[in-house]
């Protein structure tokens, strides 16, 4: 195949797959995530599906912790080693960096932030959480190793707090991710928050903060109540 | 010595290094830590987070190179474990030689691109942006400390006419004035500058650059993957510290010299680290191919003529 009848083919394609975005309206995939087909280097056509190709089909499990004295060891270790995912949802945010300061320390708890969700288990949902917001926390929390915890920080994440009649944030975040300690106020001070990683501690040390296994027990019903309130559900169900 | 006590030996060594590698690193963060007027984190941590890593439950993939890239790593760490001579007892077939040969200062130089090459193999295949960057960061920053480096340690070569790490290691022996320090400085001063990028902290961090790129070519890696390159690590970075110290600084007599000589090593470029801040890509690779290099050079052309 000569380089022009390429460059006709190619158009030819995306012409055609412009033409399905138009068409489908209600569909609110990007158009660089359509199903399609595509000319590979030595002439051959393939279809390419981005939404599924890049991203797992498989439900998640659920992961029986092991038997008694190794779970317990594994505990204590996961609870004096908790690596926190760097990312500010709401105003709460503002409260997560003086615990790196002199005068909170957070690293003498073994508590450390982390850059990417691949290496985390603790996820911060600092204060209210937008729709919007949402939608991109599903997804990392999706992305993160189990086990992993959730800690909810301040009152927008328990009944929506000042938010609480807002069209653009959610009220309750526990139906849509598990949560496993709640810290209570607006804003709580860096105190608080440390208070809030003592008893994740102790949750994780007691083998209670199982929350990820809930979380794939009850997929189902998790996926029903994210997708009721996110209206552009343009990703995967599952995509970690 | 049989193959079997060698060998036994050579574990406990490799068990010595990778908890002093880690105590290492710990000590690092308790500097950084004290130098911020914190506390800093508990001694145990690095152990504890090794646990932790390895006994994480859900554990993604994403293709066979990107299993074998960690793998890599470690063996690139153990390999340059395996072939240095750490103790020198005047007996070149001794118990902490391991197994050291004529020529294993080449096989060694090549370990320590291995290691790297897998990283950059494995990380590739897990796909993130940030992955690639630091890749070719590292291996671009590579490139440019390995050239006064392997000339430099030309110069030694040519100066004591061998390419045995053990030869080099008894010819210095009898007193510090022996030391290649001494004997070819410009040779020592192009390593002891060339060190720093080798170790990879401040100013010379823009492979991992926490902060920038995420960290880099680790972006996608969890769990086990994780935990075997944090004893990765530790072990190279001890490695590192012990080859430069059996090529200029005369290598050790016992287990408490060589934990001291590479407890100084190690801490000059965490010294510098802490005092200079990042250096851009192209900013290093001009300086390693500015001062070290230069010195380097003079210092071959000593011991050539």
């Known amino acids: 195949m000569s380089e022009l009848d390429l460059n006709d083919k190619m158009s030819e394609m995306l012409a055609k797959s412009e033409a399905n975005v138009k068409n489908s309206k209600k569909d609110f995939t990007r158009p660089e995530d359509e199903l399609r087909e595509v000319v590979a280097p030595d002439g051959s056509i393939i279809k390419i599906n981005p939404l599924y190709d890049y991203f797992s089909d498989e439900k998640p499990k659920e992961e029986k912790p092991r038997n008694g004295v190794v779970e317990k060891f594994l505990n204590w270790a996961r609870s004096e080693s908790i690596w926190v995912l760097g990312f500010g949802t709401g105003c709460g945010s503002i409260e997560i960096p003086p615990l790196v300061t002199p005068r909170f320390d957070m690293f003498r708890y073994g508590v450390e932030m982390r850059p990417t969700p691949r290496q985390s288990n603790a996820f911060i949902i600092s204060g209210y959480l937008s729709v919007k917001t949402l939608k991109r926390v599903i997804r990392t929390y999706e992305q993160m190793p189990s086990p992993k915890y959730i800690i909810a920080l301040g009152s927008c994440t328990i009944n929506g707090g000042m938010y609480y009649d807002s069209y653009s944030t959610i009220n309750r975040l526990d139906k849509y991710i598990p949560v496993d300690v709640y810290i209570a106020g607006c804003m709580p001070r860096p105190e608080a928050l440390l208070h809030g990683f003592a008893k994740l501690k102790q949750l994780i040390k007691d083998g209670k903060a199982e929350k990820a296994n809930e979380y794939a027990r009850n997929f189902d019903e998790y996926k029903a109540n994210q997708k009721k309130i996110i209206k552009d559900w343009n990703m995967p169900d599952y995509n970690w | ?305």
Not at chain 2, 157 to 179: L, P
Request: aromatic share 16%.
């Open chain 2, 1 to 305: 010595m049989d193959i079997t006590s060698k060998l036994i030996y050579a574990l406990i060594g490799l068990l010595i290094v990778v908890n002093w590698g880690m105590l290492m690193s710990v000590t690092f963060r308790k500097i950084g830590a004290r130098m911020a007027g914190r506390h800093g984190i508990p001694f145990r941590q690095p152990w504890v987070n090794l646990l932790k890593n390895i006994s994480t439950r859900t554990i993604i993939t994403h293709g066979y190179m990107y299993y074998l890239g960690p793998v890599f790593r470690l063996s690139g760490g153990i390999g340059i474990f395996l072939f240095m001579p750490m103790v020198f007892t005047g007996n070149a077939d001794g118990l902490w030689t391991n197994f050291s040969f004529q020529g294993d200062l080449i096989l060694i130089l090549y370990f320590q691109v291995f290691g790297m090459l897998g990283m950059a193999m494995g990380s590739g295949e897990g796909g993130h942006p940030y992955s690639a960057m630091g890749v070719a960061r590292g291996l671009a920053q590579h490139a440019a400390v390995e050239l006064p480096l392997t000339i430099a340690i030309l110069a030694i070569a040519v100066q004591f006419d061998t390419f045995s790490i053990y030869k080099i290691v008894e010819a210095q022996q009898g007193g510090f004035q022996n030391w290649v320090l001494f004997t070819n400085p410009f040779a020592s001063a192009a390593i002891i500058l060339a060190m720093l990028g080798a170790l990879g902290h401040s100013p010379f961090n823009l492979v991992k650059a926490p902060n920038e790129i995420l960290i880099g070519p680790a972006t996608e890696y969890e769990g086990t993957y994780l935990g075997f390159m944090m004893s990765a690590g530790a072990i190279i970075h001890v490695m590192e510290a012990v080859l430069f110290m059996n090529l200029i600084f005369g290598g050790a007599t016992s287990w408490i010299e060589l934990i001291i000589k590479s407890f100084l090593i190690y801490f000059w470029s965490v010294f510098v680290g802490m005092v200079f801040p990042r250096f851009k890509i192209e900013q290093s690779v001009i300086w390693f191919f500015k001062w070290p290099l230069g010195f380097a050079i003079i210092g071959l052309l000593m011991a050539s003529f």
